[in-house]
């Protein structure tokens, strides 16, 4: 049994699951799916997903010996997957709802492990904890203003969130990649933060269903992650305190909750940056 007995689908209307709202649905028990039900959530959702090496994914309890996490999902397809564990949980649903996402990333892990062997590096490099923070914490904002996008960016929080909230409402969706943040979303914490890619769209791209909406933004990090162009370094991803976007926390209603400089910080400067 899950430790707080919590049902999975009480998760579903809340706020940032979106991406995984149907999937949480069809948990209605208190005990958290076994490996051989997760797969069939698979095979509902995206019942063609691979590893970057061309092997089925399917979720498996973890082995006793596990050399190198990446590795053994390329070759072999198999998650390790801790059973009764929220954190696996919801890397399995991320699989479903980000299957050519969470690909891409297993790719340029193992592209990125063997590029280091090949050269002569020790340690993870900066792509790998880039991969990781994406995989682990990472959020896309998409928008149809680019001036939301730019507020959020250059954190002004207050205006973005409290000044500009219902054309924030209106133009903006938080689509959650990292499973540690819906992990952490079942009970949110003062400084909550995740780590955004930012994304502006056309108004039609807002009208979409949503399904077709998350398969088209999987579709569309896929390849921006894997573009060359791509900068792949942690200072590339901006921070996203989440307990600012409406709808997640009661506090949120007024204007000077975003006066706390403990959880909306300013952006920080650095040599040959203006902003």
């Known amino acids: 049994m899950t430790p707080d007995c919590e049902a999975p689908a009480a998760l579903a209307g809340r706020t940032l699951y ?12 208190t005990m958290l799916p076994d ?8 095979q509902h959702t995206a019942p063609h997903t691979r590893s970057a090496g061309g092997k089925p994914i399917r979720f498996v309890s973890p082995p006793a010996v596990l050399p190198g996490y990446e590795a053994h999902v390329f070759d072999t397809g198999e998650v390790p997957t801790r059973p009764s564990d929220w954190h696996d949980f919801f890397n399995a649903l991320a699989w479903c709802a980000w299957p050519r996402t969470k690909a891409c990333f297993n790719a340029l892990h193992v592209r990125e492990i063997q590029a280091r062997i090949d050269a002569g590096l020790s340690g993870r490099g900066p792509m790998r904890d880039t991969l990781t923070q994406l995989d682990e914490c990472g959020i896309v904002v998409v928008s149809s203003s680019p001036e939301i996008s730019a ?7 207050e205006e ?3 000044a500009k909230r219902a054309q924030l409402m209106a133009s903006t969706r938080f689509l959650v990649i990292g499973h540690g943040i819906w992990d952490q979303l079942r009970h949110p914490f003062f400084g909550l933060c995740a780590k955004a890619i930012y994304r502006v769209v056309g108004p039609e791209w807002l009208a979409l269903p949503p399904p077709v909406a998350q398969a088209e933004c999987d579709a569309w990090l896929a ?18 305190p989440l307990l600012g976007i409406p709808g997640l926390t009661p506090d949120s209603e007024c204007r000077d909750y975003y ?5 909306f910080r300013p952006r920080r400067t650095h040599q040959g940056d203006s902003t």
Not at 35 to 42: I, Q, R, T
Not at 151 to 157: I, K, Q, R, S
Not at 225 to 236: E, F, K, Q
């Open 151 to 157: 507020l959020l960016a250059a954190h002004a929080w």
């Open 223 to 240: 390849a921006h992650v894997s573009d060359p162009a791509t900068v792949l370094t942690p200072r590339a991803l901006l921070p996203l």
């Open 259 to 263: 006066r706390d400089t403990r959880q």
């Open 35 to 42: 490996v051989g039900a997760l797969d069939e959530l698979l």
């Open 18 to 29: 979106e991406p995984i709202a149907g999937l949480l649905e069809r948990c209605s028990s």
């Open 160 to 162: 973005a969130f409290w």
